[in-house]
């Protein structure tokens, strides 16, 4: 039943206490959710809009709720689960702000990873090869891509710093998803996926 | 308007029906046909063919590809007769009445595998295969319930039960009132959808089932699956809610009130005890249908079905006469109905559906009704439904969220509106069949 999961979804794995209330928004086919639910005892919530992700959450058993996320989170009273979760999903929505406000206003954290612009990769590919980077947490053309809102690490440091989001713990992964000294140094030129664990400051 | 309703107002509106019509008229065998043919194959032949994949040979033979082995084949239905009363929500009591099912499957030795369906307005416990090899269409459902289907009879054993106040053989407003030894007719007693619950769960003792591993339902069919949850929390485990609403809006009561009506005010009506002339307001019924089917499906549907097609390709008679595809069709969809549906019951049930609001008696607080809900939940609804449309089963899902229930939703792209759950639509099929199997599988069955 312990099916190992990705690194990413284990940090965020990690960083959720046992027997919390969870919402997962993009949740996939609800790897995440099915490994915190038989693991932690989590109550967890999946969000997501694609048919067939949708029918693979409910294979797995995790409660998933079809709905876009542009559409908000109004529904969700405050405060009414312990952490939301978005991952990967940030740079494919309309309103990256407003969703991340809506988070930290359902949830008591948020944890919210992203692919980070910032990587070595992408700007080599963008600065010396002078086109649209395409890499594995990146995997589409320009032109057909769900990625509509890219940032790198420092848009992100920025944004949390202007919106009074405080920023819990981070950590970034490099292209071979290692947790490694030198991504730590330099986060922004290393790290392929940025982790943060971060809630509202007030 | 309504002057009259001959009984095949219907000629080529949708193929569908066309080819159907065929298929019926290939039924006919020869004698010799007749004792060769198995009875199975006789009874696939006589499938209507928008549930297979037929091959239709102009001037040839019309035959499935295949013989389907996900049909739970020949069913016959069962009666329970109750002979203690039942008192109802209203304050009367019914004397002695009989619930009419139908079993599909089988019940494991632990009584564990069993799925009760709740039907909806003109449905009735004959959900799934056929009653005989001449029939022309199979259950409502057949396309969720079967061997290999979404609702798996190999390994549920799935209940359908038909309501009380129905016509289809439980009683109902047609059946005869001890008392006065004639058809009860407007003297039957209102019933709702706890009372109908409550009846379900009398047909459960007498079936020997504890607990329903789920209990499933559409449209009204949901309302009573909500109910089951709230007022028997501990007898399901599963709630399967599709195309529901927590009540009606008052578009919809106001709806279902032109409808009665529209009974009610016909010549034949005599205050519900047409059976003694032996006569039926079939003309008000007949509205109530049209009226009811023009809410059940989208108008995107009813465009891309009829758009503004004349009958029969006839230019315009500028009279009162049939112009459009879509009179014809609603036309014979209502004069079918008539056929097979007593108005009484139309009444009972529309008002048992005007009358369904559980959140009522917590002050309107959805969430404070399921506080005790154990059950997972799985919502669907569709979103071209605009009767029970995806805001009101976004409600529920809320309320169950709030109330940190199991639920999931699922929210289908579909046309057809409201009736959309009985059609066989792929990711509707797949939304149920991935569930039901994650079910079968946490179950051991």
């Excluded at chain 1, 609800?30 to 967890?44: D, R, T, Y």
């Excluded at chain 1, 920023?167 to 490099?174: G, K, P, T």
């Excluded at chain 2, 109530?288 to 315009?316: N, P, V, W």
Aim: hydrophobic share 40%.
């Amino acid at each position: 039943m312990n099916q190992t999961l990705r690194r990413d979804l284990q940090i965020i794995a990690d960083w959720i206490r046992p027997g919390s209330r969870v919402l997962d928004l993009g949740c996939g086919e609800g790897e995440l959710l099915s490994h915190l639910q038989q693991q932690k005892q989590v109550k967890g919530y999946g969000i997501e809009l694609d048919d067939e992700r949708v029918a693979a959450a409910l294979r797995r058993g995790v409660p998933v709720l079809q709905q876009d996320l542009d559409s908000g989170l109004r529904q969700f009273a405050s405060g009414s689960v312990d952490t939301v979760v978005l991952s990967l999903t940030l740079q494919a929505v309309h309103y990256p702000l407003d969703l991340l406000l809506e988070m930290l206003r359902v949830g008591r954290e948020g944890i919210v990873t992203f692919p980070n612009m910032g990587h070595w990769r992408a700007r080599w590919q963008l600065g010396v090869g002078g086109h649209m980077p395409m890499t594995d947490v990146l995997p589409h053309t320009w032109y057909d891509t769900p990625n509509i809102h890219l940032c790198t690490i420092r848009d992100f440091d920025a944004l949390c710093h202007k919106n009074r989001i405080e920023v819990r713990e981070r950590v970034v992964l490099d292209d071979r998803r290692r947790n490694t000294a030198s991504n730590r140094i330099l986060p922004n030129l290393l790290g392929e996926v940025a982790l943060y664990r971060c809630a509202k400051a007030d | 308007m309504l002057k009259e309703l001959p009984t095949l107002w219907y000629d080529a509106a949708s193929e569908e029906r066309t080819v159907e019509e065929l298929a019926t008229q290939k039924r006919i065998l020869s004698p010799l046909e007749f004792f060769i043919r198995t009875p199975i194959e006789r009874l696939f032949a006589a499938r209507p063919l928008s549930r297979l994949s037929l091959s239709y040979k102009p001037g040839g033979t019309l035959m499935p590809e295949r013989i389907p082995d996900d049909c739970v084949g020949l069913v016959e239905y069962q009666d329970l007769h109750i002979t203690e009363d039942l008192l109802l929500e209203c304050g009367r009591s019914l004397p002695g009445y009989t619930l009419r099912y139908e079993c599909y499957g089988t019940l494991n030795s632990a009584r564990s595998n069993a799925i009760l369906i709740c039907h909806a307005l003109s449905g009735d416990h004959h959900a799934a295969g056929y009653h005989s090899p001449t029939d022309k269409k199979p259950g409502w459902w057949d396309s969720m319930i079967g061997p290999g289907k979404p609702i798996d009879t190999r390994h549920f054993f799935v209940v359908c039960s038909n309501f009380i106040g129905s016509c289809k053989g439980s009683t109902g407003p047609a059946s005869i009132n001890p008392a006065s030894n004639e058809p009860w007719g407007m003297d039957f007693p209102m019933v709702t959808v706890s009372d109908w619950v409550r009846t379900q769960v009398i047909l459960s003792d007498h079936l020997g089932i504890d607990c329903w591993a789920a209990i499933v339902g559409g449209s009204l069919g949901g309302m009573q699956v909500l109910q089951w949850a709230i007022d028997y929390p501990e007898r399901l485990r599963h709630a399967l809610v599709i195309a529901a609403a927590p009540n009606l809006s008052a578009q919809n009561i106001g709806f279902n009130e032109v409808c009665r009506q529209a009974i009610m005010t016909d010549p034949d009506f005599h205050g519900g005890h047409y059976y003694r002339y032996e006569s039926k307001p079939r003309h008000g019924l007949a509205l109530a249908r049209m009226i009811g089917h023009i809410t059940y499906l989208s108008d995107d549907a009813m465009g891309q079905k009829f758009g503004r097609e004349t009958r029969l390709g006839k230019s315009l008679s500028y009279g009162f006469d049939i112009d459009f595809e879509v009179e014809s069709y609603l036309r014979y969809q209502g004069s079918r109905f008539v056929e097979h549906f007593d108005a009484n019951s139309y009444l009972y049930i529309t008002k048992a559906l005007d009358y369904f609001d559980p959140a009522a008696a917590y002050g309107g607080n959805l969430a404070a009704a399921f506080a005790s809900v154990q059950a997972k939940f799985l919502v669907v609804s569709f979103s071209s439904d605009w009767r029970f449309s995806p805001e009101r089963s976004r409600e529920i899902v809320q309320a169950l969220y709030t109330t940190g229930a199991h639920v999931s939703y699922a929210e289908i792209e579909s046309h057809h509106g409201h009736d959309s759950f009985l059609l066989p639509i792929p990711q509707y099929l797949r939304v149920m069949r991935s569930y039901l199997e994650r079910m079968a599988e946490e179950l051991g069955v």
